[in-house]
């Protein structure tokens, strides 16, 4: 151990197998605490909920548990994992401590939501600055990917209910900034949820998107360099429901219901009017068209958006739908943005499914399973 910098120890790691201890690797995420300057950042939101005598700074207890829950740990006591090496991460405060910080954030409510989301993105603006960016750019824009994740419920919790998939547990919304083919994205809304809440329920996309963009520099809340790209559960049913906040200034790639309307205007489409898809490489993908169905089907929604159809052939033995047509799989998602072609537009929306992998990273550090009963403890 070298010195003590901010809530934790400088420590230095060496590969020479001597003086080995647990949880090392955590060392890692400290170091990302003092760097980004997030520690001291939490500390100044937490500054209303510190006691006058209080030996733990709410900001070192609360970063304690995101480190137990991030190696691994399911439950609140986990955090003895690291009270067992306080030469590594300090002095760890005891579970009752833990507990009743979390309780009184929680009972908080929006007030200490708020200020750690507020101290969340001025760390990101920070890093951000560091890194010689004001926002992670892909192509010229910032992608914004909303999805929803089940987390199964091990024990009972408050909201635990049975999912679509006949689990029980909860069904939060995520939100994704998007790095790009060779980036490994970044978390950055999280809206907390019944396991029954549905898939596309129009007003938590909403929220989950009014959250994401609140992380985002205030030049990128708004305006078409910022694309909030999702999944059918997203898609809207009208011209009043499923887009994103500001959907006339933000950019927007939604995936579709086949409806029956829809699934008729693709019969009408004629063969002149469907373009190759597209790989990422430039290279036209074999068995896959894309085409542009009329902006009057359906009518009555919002102007400006596009309905873009893609058809493929089906993998062998792939079970086609009632709504696929012609031996073909249908697949459908709507957009705002104009002089692209479909093919690059198709290209991109389908690139969504890089979400897919950052729900897995979440999933393996601490999304796994919510460790507290109470939802309002979880969200925090």
């Not at 906040?245 to 008729?264: E, K």
């Not at 373009?275 to 990422?280: D, K, L, R, Y």
């Not at 919002?302 to 012609?326: C, N, S, W």
Request: aromatic content about 4%.
């Amino acid at each position: 151990m070298k010195k003590r910098i901010g809530s934790y120890p400088r420590v230095h790691v060496e590969g020479g197998g001597r003086g080995v201890v647990s949880q090392a690797g955590g060392v890692l995420f400290v170091g990302t605490f003092h760097k980004s300057g997030l520690d001291q950042a939490v500390s100044a939101a937490l500054a209303p909920w510190r006691k006058p005598r209080a030996v733990h700074d709410p900001d070192k207890v609360l970063l304690d548990v995101v480190l137990a829950v991030t190696l691994g740990g399911d439950c609140l006591a986990d955090v003895g994992m690291l009270r067992a090496e306080p030469a590594v991460f300090g002095p760890v405060a005891s579970d009752p401590t833990v507990s009743r910080l979390i309780d009184a954030l929680a009972a908080g409510g929006r007030r200490a939501l708020t200020a750690l989301r507020q101290a969340r993105a001025q760390v990101r603006s920070d890093v951000g600055t560091l890194a010689g960016s004001a926002a992670p750019d892909t192509d010229g824009q910032v992608v914004v990917d909303l999805d929803g994740v089940l987390v199964i419920a091990h024990s009972e919790k408050q909201d635990e209910a049975a999912t679509w998939k006949k689990a029980f547990g909860h069904h939060p919304l995520m939100g994704f900034v998007d790095h790009g083919r060779g980036g490994s994205g970044e978390p950055v809304a999280a809206l907390l949820r019944p396991g029954n809440a549905g898939s596309n329920t129009a007003a938590d996309r909403v929220e989950a998107a009014r959250l994401a963009l609140k992380q985002l520099p205030r030049k990128y809340r708004r305006g078409r360099r910022t694309l909030v790209r999702t999944d059918s559960g997203g898609g809207p049913t009208s011209s009043s429901t499923g887009l994103p906040p500001g959907g006339r200034w933000l950019s927007y790639s939604v995936g579709m219901t086949i409806t029956d309307a829809v699934h008729q205007a693709v019969l009408k489409v004629p063969a002149s009017a469907w373009t190759p898809a597209v790989e990422p490489d430039g290279e036209v993908r074999a068995g896959a068209w894309v085409a542009e169905l009329d902006g009057d089907c359906p009518r009555g929604w919002p102007k400006g958006m596009r309905l873009i159809v893609r058809k493929e052939r089906p993998h062998p033995g792939g079970q086609l739908r009632f709504t696929d047509a012609d031996g073909m799989r249908l697949t459908c998602f709507a957009t705002n943005t104009r002089h692209t072609s479909i093919a690059e537009l198709e290209l991109r929306h389908r690139q969504r499914a890089r979400a897919e992998d950052r729900v897995r990273a979440a999933r393996a550090t601490g999304l796994r399973n919510l460790p507290l009963h109470d939802a309002a403890q979880n969200q925090i």
